[in-house]
């Protein structure tokens, strides 16, 4: 019988498992959001919100038992842009709040071993996918000017030309397989000088 038994071993020795919940707990402040399974998400959450508990203890006594409470946290926090983003910054976030900083929300299923998949927010820095996808299309302008992105805005040119012609308007491919094959030209020749 497991009366009495509080938390999940998760398969890893208790070195191990403190190890993770740090480092889960360190990602989940830096990004204020974290992927990970359910079982861990759910040791998670405890153990976050008690050094959140801890930071705002901290913040509100001021002094010696504001060192005292940054010293105890930082036991756990090894990161020192972390430790300072949870007192300034996350700390005061929840001062009038008494408890329940961290939200999870089940994901389904990761692909690779049907795992349940949850993410672990913190409460006030709700993900916005479409912010997200935003930035990233905004990094992406930035990158492709090799090969690689040559051939995958001349797919993007294709696969949109292909939408005009389903609208009614004039094919226009010359100048795409024009790219595609200077590409394959460039590319094959870049072999033969290695000798193959």
Do not use: C, W
């Not at 094959?188 to 290695?194: E, F, L, N, Q």
């Amino acid at each position: 019988m497991r009366h009495r038994v509080a938390h999940r071993k998760l398969g890893r020795v208790s070195e191990h498992r403190l190890s993770l919940l740090r480092n889960l707990a360190i990602a989940l402040f830096r990004h204020e959001h974290v992927e990970t399974t359910v079982p861990k998400a759910k040791e998670l959450r405890p153990f976050a919100e008690r050094l959140i508990t801890v930071a705002r203890r901290g913040q509100a006594a001021g002094g010696a038992q504001a060192l005292h409470a940054r010293r105890l946290v930082g036991a756990d926090i090894a990161d020192a842009a972390v430790l300072k983003k949870l007192f300034d910054t996350l700390a005061p976030r929840f001062a009038g709040r008494p408890g329940g900083y961290v939200r999870i929300i089940k994901a389904g299923v990761r692909r690779g071993d049907a795992a349940e998949v949850a993410r672990v927010e913190l409460l006030g820095s709700e993900f916005d996918p479409k912010k997200a996808e935003a930035a990233r299309a905004a990094k992406g302008a930035d990158e492709g000017k090799g090969l690689g992105g040559r051939l995958r805005r001349a797919a993007e040119r294709v696969r949109g030309r292909k939408a005009d012609d389903a609208e009614g308007g004039a094919p226009a491919h010359e100048q795409t397989k024009a790219v595609v094959k200077s590409a394959a030209r460039a590319r094959h020749s870049g072999r033969s000088g290695k000798g193959g």
